[in-house]
């Protein structure tokens, strides 16, 4: 599986996409108090979008399992992410409740979609479970560097205007893995 250029793409695709998932749970109601809301507010914020991702974890991938690829919906719930995220970092503070709603639905459907590539991208179960094993056990070491990343960041520069410049780089990272990892192609197909 290693060899698998495919494969790569995928790993890479779940490990920027959960990089972004950890690192809002871990940092949005920081950065949301350090932008002005209270503190229940900003517990409150991260809650709904947390929320906001059940529809289009189950609406996303049923969608484009039914897609002849999956390269427009990776697309479309990582752009929703990416917004999302900029929205919460950089908009005025006023509009917080769109943009975590909309962060919400993208990460929503970005996970889902990245677990669906592990079926969808194997002819055979033995192949899916090996894809499986690399991009999970590849993709989940490299998202618990986001929030780490995001730390340090924002420690060096005191301020969340770098660390949303870093994460923004890998929502597109996570956009060019996408449109590797969502053609309809299938691994160890040489």
Request: charge should be positive.
């Amino acid at each position: 599986m290693f060899k698998d250029k495919l494969a790569w793409q995928i790993a890479f695709y779940m490990g920027l996409q959960s990089s972004l998932a950890y690192t809002v749970f871990g940092w949005l109601p920081t950065i949301l108090q350090d932008r002005g809301l209270a503190p229940v507010d900003a517990g409150l914020a991260a809650s709904v979008s947390i929320l906001m991702q059940v529809p289009t974890a189950i609406a996303a991938p049923w969608i484009a399992s039914h897609m002849r690829d999956q390269r427009f919906m990776l697309v479309l719930v990582m752009l929703a992410t990416l917004s999302g995220l900029c929205g919460s970092i950089y908009a005025p503070i006023n509009g917080v409740w769109v943009w975590v709603v909309l962060l919400g639905m993208g990460q929503g459907g970005s996970f889902s979609i990245a677990l669906t590539l592990l079926a969808v991208r194997a002819r055979d179960a033995e192949a899916a479970a090996r894809l499986s094993g690399m991009a999970q056990s590849l993709g989940y070491t490299m998202a618990a560097l986001g929030p780490l990343c995001v730390g340090i960041l924002h420690e060096k520069f005191d301020s969340w205007n770098v660390a949303g410049g870093f994460l923004a780089l890998v929502a597109i990272g996570a956009i060019v893995a996408g449109l590797g990892a969502g053609r309809r192609l299938y691994v160890l197909d040489h």
